[in-house]
DNA sequence: ACAATTAGTCAGAAAAATATGACCACTATA
DNA sequence: TATAGTGGTCATATTTTTCTGACTAATTGT
């Protein structure tokens, strides 16, 4: 009678905490426009004309907070506000590269 | 006059692509579990209490389909199938394990 | 014959994520 | 004074994702 390791609850499973920061219907646009430059609320909001304020603005607390965005406030009047990729969101966007590529290469 | 490069809808974003694949709220899991052996469908169930067929059911079609698992099967009565992880799966989840401590480590 | 196991599918309900439109404060421009 | 830009928040509505429970079909055990 041999039964197999079925007593595995993984309780805080790393994958899940990884994968749920990274979800979120924007935050794909969010890597790519911000790997191209330092990114402005309402330019983002204008460059993504199919999403919504409210959306992104959660995107982008989320992404802070993940420290994958660095929010600098730039004290000219009116206020600018620019988001911009940390060393760690900028190590992602090149994994993501990568990944990119081995999702899309035939496996041999 | 400095415009900045605002024309940029960046359409089929490929980061999209790659985050639209790990999607999915048991997909951390399967790729957890299966990295420690093949998977079957009810002992999957079981070792995911909180889950269901459904859930799970789509999720291994749609790594099954992004060639990310295996699905094998087992001529024995009854058919017994087998879910493992591709070469291409278990890159994937040795990726997610370095991602993991880049989001853990603070930034310096 | 009846229950349990294998591996699912399906329709509908519930929960979670996302979008909409109004509103806010501040500054600038006409 | 009114309009537009900066960068948002909030309550509500809509959409998408996930879950539930019933059902299938073949096989094994009691």
Redesign the interface.
Same mark, same amino acid.
Do not use: D, Y
């Given at each position: 009678m041999t039964t =197999? $390791?079925?007593n $595995?609850?993984?309780e805080g499973?790393? =994958? *899940? @905490?990884?994968? #749920?920061? !990274? /979800?979120g219907k924007w #935050?794909?646009?969010i &890597?790519?426009?911000a790997s191209? @430059?330092p990114l402005r609320f309402n /330019?983002l909001l %204008?460059?993504?004309?199919q999403s919504n304020k409210q959306s992104l603005s959660v995107a982008l607390k989320e992404m802070e907070e993940? *420290?994958l965005l660095i929010k600098t406030v730039i004290q000219q009047k009116p206020l600018h506000i620019e988001y911009q990729l /940390? +060393? #760690?969101g900028l +190590?992602?966007?090149v994994? &993501? %590269?990568? !990944? *990119?590529d081995?999702?899309l290469h035939?496996?041999e």
């Open positions: =197999i $390791n079925e $595995n609850p993984p499973c790393p =994958i *899940e @905490g990884l994968l #749920k920061t !990274l /979800s #935050k794909p646009q &890597f790519q426009l191209q @430059g /330019s %204008r460059q993504l004309p993940a *420290e /940390s +060393a #760690k +190590a992602m966007v994994v &993501f %590269r990568q !990944l *990119e081995m999702l035939p496996l």
